[in-house]
């Protein structure tokens, strides 16, 4: 019998596995293969994240671009977040949420199950499986469950959810309650996953190297290591792979732009006007989307935006060819049917925080400067965590061959031994595999793309760094810089 847990923290940093704050997450990565180089995929926000997890493909090709999108299928113009029950009105009205089936999905097939439970936001639940309710498998949350009807099971069981805290430990002690009594003792699925809501919960209120929030990661690691423990004492340790993973790192917010406002004041009208443009913030990015996606409009609203101090990278829809100074979406995997017509990071520096926790950006996000962010292209934010224990892998080795959230599926397929038809932009991570090819044999590259665009008071220049592993691309980074001539 073969078995696999996922265990998500989210936010989670590589910087922040240490015997001092997650005894039980560093002892499994010295036993297991430490991913050191891994990347989530931009823009570095939950959902999208999710996404390309459970698909194994960039964003493009999954149809989710954001946390906060447009989908023009669904409406053309209408912004919203990607959240439930908006997200099964999503389903209903075109069909799917997602355009790429999901790992619960080609499970399915092979007659084998996918079971989830998490104290993370409706979205981030709701994409894990949302054809639970047709598939079969299921998904655990505090606000409803797929397929619906699981909900009075649960609550019947192990009686009404914690209220969300600060941290959010009583949740993820409830989720751990069910994974270990529910999903592992009694339905038994071949691949479950847990999400832990901390430390993202935690940085987000309070900042990221904070105290509250390394509270919030000790007390997610306890939990972490009471599933860990009972996986060892039921005997089910001897036959599961543990795969514990973050979905993207962390900034701390330097300054807030309400671009939105901006842009208006700038003279773009709202996106249900000709020459407008609908905004779709994502804390440390934003996406645009263009009335009618129309070329000249879309010039001077990238020509607008290079011009601004806290402008990153910057790239374009393929339909937009000759952008000046944009990168292509299909360069990261971020071109296809629900692309916006513009995507922007927000600049970034390496510069510490108050506490000494490198990384700071600027955000669309409402709240003060100082607290913590994510969703640009800075290095700090598109690595995160990966780490892998059981018997299908190596042990006691680092992996620095570059991956990254969309190998998970891939991965786990692999181990299944199940060869899905389906095109994915990731690839199995064979050589942490136990009789995959040496760690360190595998070839790979970085190249840096770049761009540049002349303004009338000086010029934008931009470049996003891209790691490839044959075929698979990773982002590394993107960062624009404008020298004024003034």
């Known amino acids: 019998m073969q078995s696999i847990v996922i265990v998500v923290f989210d936010g989670l940093q590589p910087s922040q596995v240490t015997t001092r ?36 493909c960039n964003p493009g090709p999954h149809g989710l671009a954001g946390n906060t999108i447009v989908m023009r299928d669904y409406h053309p113009f209408k912004s919203f977040s990607a959240l439930e029950p908006t997200l099964a009105d999503v389903a209903q009205k075109t069909g799917a949420v997602l355009l790429a089936p999901t790992l619960a999905d080609i499970l399915f097939r092979y007659e084998q199950e996918y079971i989830a439970v998490g104290a993370g936001t409706t979205g981030n639940a709701y994409m894990q499986n949302p054809n639970a309710h047709r598939f079969g498998g299921g998904t655990i949350h505090p606000d409803f469950c797929l397929p619906y009807d699981l909900t009075k099971d649960i609550i019947s069981h192990f009686g009404p959810w914690p209220k969300e805290d600060m941290p959010n430990t009583s949740r993820f002690t409830r989720a751990v309650d ?29 900042g990221v190297g904070s105290s509250g929030a390394n509270k919030a990661i000790q007390e997610a690691d306890e939990q972490f290591g009471r ?14 792979d543990v795969l514990v993973t973050s979905d993207h790192g962390y900034s701390t917010i330097s300054n807030t732009v309400q671009i939105e406002a901006l842009l208006r ?89 108050k506490i000494g926790i490198p990384g700071i950006s600027y955000s669309s996000s409402s709240g003060p400067p100082g607290i913590g962010g994510h969703g640009s292209m800075s290095p700090h934010e598109m690595r ?21 959230s969309i190998d998970l599926t891939p991965t786990i397929l692999r181990i299944l031994g199940i060869s899905s038809n389906e095109p994915m932009d990731g690839r199995p991570l064979e050589e942490a595999l136990k009789n995959g090819p040496a760690i360190g044999s595998v070839d790979w590259s970085s190249h840096v793309h770049t761009a540049e665009r002349c303004l009338e008071n000086g010029s934008y220049r931009q470049e996003i760094t891209i790691s490839s592993v044959g075929s698979t691309k990773y982002v590394d980074s993107g960062q624009a810089w404008f020298d004024s001539t003034s």
């Open 21 to 56: 704050l997650m005894p039980n997450l560093a002892a499994l990565a010295h036993d297991g293969v430490s991913f050191s180089n891994h990347h989530a995929v931009f823009p570095t926000a939950t959902r999208i994240n999710v996404a390309s997890m459970m698909t194994g």
């Open 178 to 206: 069910i994974m270990i009594e529910y999903i592992l003792s009694k339905r038994k699925p071949t691949v479950s996953l847990i999400w832990s809501s901390e430390p993202d919960h935690a940085q987000h209120a309070l």
């Open 227 to 240: 599933l860990l423990e009972w996986l060892h004492k039921s005997g089910q340790e001897t036959y599961t």
């Open 265 to 353: 004041d700038a003279g773009f009208p709202a996106g249900d006007q000709p020459g407008g443009v609908t905004v779709a913030p994502n804390g440390g990015s934003v996406l645009f989307y263009i009335y009618e996606s129309e070329k000249s409009t879309t010039d001077d609203v990238a020509k607008w935006l290079m011009g601004q101090p806290w402008c990153g990278a910057v790239i374009a829809s393929d339909s937009m060819i000759n952008i000046a100074g944009t990168l292509p979406a299909n360069l990261i995997g971020y071109d296809g049917k629900r692309a916006p017509d513009l995507a922007m990071s927000f600049r970034w520096k390496s510069t510490p925080n």
């Open 384 to 404: 995160n965590i990966l780490f892998a224990r059981g018997p299908s892998f190596k042990k006691g080795v680092d992996n620095d061959t570059p991956s990254g």
